[in-house]
Nanobody
Framework: QVQLVESGGGLVQPGGSLRLSCAVSGGIFSINSMGWYRQAPGSARDLVATITSGNSTLYADSVKGRFTISRDNAKNTLYLQMNSLKPEDTAVYYC???????????WGQGTQVTVSS
């Protein structure tokens, strides 16, 4: 069983930066890709960025050039560096781990990011 615990959210002014972390434990061998998703009030949960076990990355158009996804395998941690934040980036951010062979998606509990002056 994979457990994901996010941290690093908070309140930041427009133009500021935050770094989200996702600590991964349990069943790591089954994970083939990880990612960040976000959900604003009244909206669906949308993909922000993903990274595969081979370090291939994918970003939503709205965050390209501002956000960077990375992973530290030694620390079993996934990161999302968010720069030049905008009010429309305000959402709950969720960490995801996909074990495609098993057909299972794991989710963290989410961390709130609020961009406001």
């Amino acid at each position: 069983q994979v457990q994901l615990v996010e941290s690093g959210g908070g309140l930041v002014q427009p133009g500021g930066s935050l770094r989200l972390s996702c600590a991964v434990s349990g069943g790591i061998f089954s994970i083939n890709s990880m990612g960040w998703y976000r959900q604003a009030p009244g909206s669906a949960r949308d993909l922000v960025a993903t990274i595969t076990s081979g370090n291939s990355t994918l970003y939503a158009d709205s965050v390209k050039g501002r956000f960077t996804i990375s992973r530290d395998n030694a620390k079993n941690t996934l990161y999302l560096q968010m720069n030049s934040l905008k009010p429309e980036d305000t959402a709950v951010y969720y960490c995801n781990a996909a074990a495609s062979i098993l057909g299972i998606d794991y989710w963290g509990q989410g961390t709130q990011v609020t961009v406001s002056s």
